[in-house]
Structures are given as structure tokens and as C-alpha cells.
């Protein structure tokens, strides 16, 4: 640890003791020993025979505690106490009700567990970075497509997590060092500036290769009931920046911004008159039937329309509703990147982010589609004649069902009638007045002709 107590029972930093004085436990009340060398960290640490009351097992790796330096002083090593536990988080954002717990030894999964629990009980979002770097430069995690991996000798530690039924634990795998914190890199680096050559091949490649690295993690999002021999995260790759001032950078702007990586579109989910569902909104619709407005695709042309539920780059809202990330992870940002959305279509698809970094502020245009369907119902009525038609609201997810020409309606009675829904089949109740049908908003999901 490298926060104590004093003989007064203040706060007090490692770097800012003395030898001859005696610190204390935050949580037992036990004397520290002062570890103060020349080759780790600096830190406190209990003697051997402590008997200390906290039964969590802290990571004492300098690689932990270089990830807790990265935040302000007065954040790390808050104790917090419930039905007289008392823990110690990593990092504590009490502002943001956050908790960052760093692991780089093995971790059971009994303690990962509890550590949840005991944090989300104090209604602390949980955010873990674990160090995976050994695991995947040695193969055992591999990356076989996109945002999708495998892991061989997986740990144990998340036998019991399925993060999908966890939304306020966020799992975090470091999967590369930066090059300073890279020990054989630092070591070549020494040799070189002492006027020394790298004789062996392999280390002259490796030396090529990892020389400017920097830190990299992704986001774990998906994973298996039963352990993680396989995961999928969101597809970004996150740097150190990103995990640290995704909460501790706070502004009046940024509370108009999202991360990246929670923008997905949401594809329209349309129906053929015999319910095959696809979906209008795939950015790959030039192959993509999905992107066609016709939506009554012949039959030897479904598997074209399914790929979307399988395709990497698809995600669900909380609906489950269909969505797709992949526009967004073509722009090369992190996933943490704070963007602002500017502009959507009349289709509600975002057309115009904005962020900003170093170098000031940056408004991108994104690419949409080349025929967008939202109309207004008069104009779809008029132009295919419906008899029967469903049609949903793009930018509110509400759906209205007509059975009789809007157009001759609002002649003969100055209002649209029809029944209103949430959903595509509720229509119960009775006939009503229909509002916004001359908004370009409307895309027609069912018919009949």
C-alpha cells in the first residue's frame, strides 16, 4: 500500500515518511514496515506475522502500483466500510461513484465476487484493469478475428462472471506494456546507448517491433456462462489516457458528450409481408440486401438479410433491438474518445460528431446511407398504395397502423386515424388520432397492397 496512518491518525504518502516514525493500517490499526529500496516502488507492506482484520489479498506488483500513480493522490486507498467490513479500494472517484480495482496476481473467483458485491452494494460502479500482457504475448490469448478471442488456460478468477448480467462491473484486459514499462525493451535500450550491439536475431526483431510501444487494453463485453475460453469485446483498443480520464477530466462540455464506444446505430428492423425480418441501416448495404428499401426480398435471397445478427459488428441495445458499431469503429479512435453528436438524418442515423484533444477541437462527417426510406406516411401512402401499412417513427422507436389513405382522411376529416403502439404488434385499443404523420420521419415496416 502506499498510503498509512500516522501516530495522529492522519493520511499519510509514502514519500512523505520518515524512518525513525511508526505508520499504521487504515483497517486493522497494525505497525507498517516501510519499504523504501532502490529497485521497487516505494510502499508500505505488514510484517509477516500480521493478523490483519481485511481478508481481500492486495497486488503488491509495481505494475499496480504504477497504474494507481496515474491518479490524483487524494483517489487512491480509500477505505470504505459496510456491516463492519472495512476495504480498501485501488482508486476511489467518490464524485463519480467509481472504483478502479488493478490486478496483476491471480485473483480467486470468490474474491472477484465479493469485491463486486461489496462495491455495487455501495452503489460504486466497478471498473477492473487486469494485467494479460504475459498471456497474450505468449499466444494463450489470441486474437482470432476482430473483437473476438480465445484463450487458452483461461483464469479461473471469472468462472462465475458473465458480464452481460453485470452492468456495473466493466472488465478491462492489458494486452500490451508501453515500451518503459517493458523490462527486456529497457534492458536492449541500455545496451544500445552504452555503445553495445544486439547480436541475436530474435531480439533485434523484438526490439523493432515493441520499441514504441505504448499501453493497450480492450474492453471484455461478451463472454460464455461457463468461463472465458472465449470473449468479445467492443473492438476498440484503449490507452492508458482513456482509462484514466474517462471520470477524473470533468466539464461543463463533457457532460454533453459519449464515449465512442457507446455509439452504435440503430438499424431499422423491417418485415417482409410474411415477417422475414431484416434490416435497413447496415453501412455494408451496398452488398447488403439489408439496405434496400424493398422490402419484399424473395426467398433465395434471405441469407443475404441474416448475416446482420451474426456479423462482427453488430451489437443490441438493452431492447435487444439491432444495432451496428461499425461506422464508428472505422474512424480510429479510442473507444473513450468524448464525442458530441451534432448531426443526425431524418433516418436517425449520426451524420456529424465532434471532439476534442491536444490539438483543439476536430468535427468529423459521417458517411451515410445513399437511399434513405423515412418519408413522411402521406408521401409512402401515395407512392405505393398501401391498403394496410405499420409504419415506425425513426427517431422516436413508436409505431402507428393505418387502414385507410391518410390523404383522403385528413380531406374528409382535417385529422389521420389509426392505432398507436410500442411495438409492432400491440395495436390494441381503439381508432385514434394519429400525430406528426407529415413529418419525414416514417418508415413503412409491414404492408399490405
Not at 480509500?78 to 482508486?91: F, L, P, S, T, Y
Not at 555503445?195 to 536475431?201: D, K, L, N, R
Request: aromatic share 14%; with cysteine.
Amino acid at each position: 500500500m502506499r498510503f498509512a496512518l500516522d501516530k495522529d491518525g492522519k493520511r499519510v504518502y509514502i514519500e512523505q515518511t520518515h524512518v525513525k516514525q511508526d505508520y499504521f493500517c487504515p483497517e486493522c490499526g497494525e505497525k507498517l514496515v516501510l519499504k523504501k529500496g532502490e529497485i521497487r516502488m516505494h510502499h508500505f507492506a505488514h510484517p509477516s506475522h500480521s493478523q490483519c482484520t481485511d481478508s481481500w489479498h492486495y497486488d503488491m506488483s509495481d505494475w499496480h502500483m504504477r497504474w494507481q500513480a496515474r491518479f490524483p493522490l487524494e483517489t487512491q486507498e480509500i477505505v470504505k466500510v459496510k456491516d463492519g467490513q472495512k476495504h480498501r479500494a485501488d482508486v476511489l472517484l467518490e464524485d463519480k461513484k467509481v472504483v478502479y480495482e488493478f490486478q496483476h496476481s491471480p485473483l480467486s473467483p470468490e474474491e472477484f465476487d465479493d469485491r463486486n458485491a461489496f462495491y455495487n452494494s455501495l452503489c460504486y460502479k466497478v471498473i477492473w484493469i487486469f494485467d494479460l500482457t504475459d498471456q497474450y504475448e505468449n499466444g494463450s490469448i489470441e486474437n482470432y478475428k476482430r473483437d473476438l478471442y480465445k484463450w487458452t488456460r483461461s483464469k479461473k478468477t471469472f468462472n462465475h462472471f458473465v458480464p452481460k448480467d453485470n452492468p456495473n462491473v466493466e472488465l478491462y484486459f492489458q494486452i500490451q506494456l508501453s515500451a518503459d514499462e517493458n523490462e527486456m525493451i529497457q534492458h536492449l535500450k541500455s545496451s544500445l546507448e552504452a555503445g553495445y550491439e544486439i547480436h541475436f536475431q530474435d531480439q533485434r526483431l523484438y526490439y523493432e517491433d515493441h520499441k514504441d510501444d505504448e499501453i493497450e487494453l480492450v474492453k471484455v463485453t461478451w463472454a460464455p456462462d461457463d468461463g472465458f475460453e472465449r470473449f468479445a469485446t467492443d473492438g476498440f483498443v484503449y490507452g492508458e489516457n482513456d482509462i484514466v480520464h474517462r471520470f477524473v477530466e470533468s466539464n461543463e462540455a463533457k457532460e454533453k458528450t459519449i464515449a465512442l464506444g457507446e455509439l452504435a446505430d440503430r438499424l431499422v428492423e423491417m418485415y417482409s409481408q410474411s415477417h422475414t425480418t431484416y434490416y435497413f441501416g447496415c453501412p455494408r448495404s451496398s452488398t447488403h440486401l439489408c439496405g434496400d428499401s424493398n422490402i419484399d426480398t424473395p426467398k433465395e435471397k434471405y441469407d443475404e438479410v441474416y448475416p446482420c445478427m451474426e456479423c462482427q459488428f453488430s451489437t443490441h441495445d438493452n431492447g435487444y433491438g439491432p444495432m451496428c458499431k461499425k461506422r464508428f469503429l472505422d474512424l480510429g479512435l479510442s473507444g473513450n474518445t468524448q464525442v458530441e453528436v451534432l448531426k443526425r438524418t431524418d433516418d436517425g442515423f449520426v451524420s456529424q460528431i465532434a471532439y476534442e484533444d491536444g490539438e483543439g477541437r476536430h468535427i468529423i462527417d459521417l458517411p451515410t446511407f445513399s437511399n434513405p426510406i423515412s418519408k413522411s406516411v402521406f408521401t409512402l401512402w401515395r407512392e405505393n398504395n398501401y391498403k394496410i401499412a405499420i409504419f415506425k417513427n425513426a427517431k422516436t422507436g413508436k409505431f402507428i397502423k393505418i387502414g385507410r389513405d391518410p390523404t383522403e382522411q385528413r380531406y374528409k376529416y382535417g385529422k389521420v386515424f389509426g392505432y398507436f403502439s410500442s411495438d409492432q404488434f400491440s395495436f390494441n385499443g381503439k381508432s385514434c388520432e394519429l400525430y406528426g404523420c407529415e413529418k419525414p420521419e416514417w418508415i413503412c415496416v409491414w404492408s399490405v397492397k
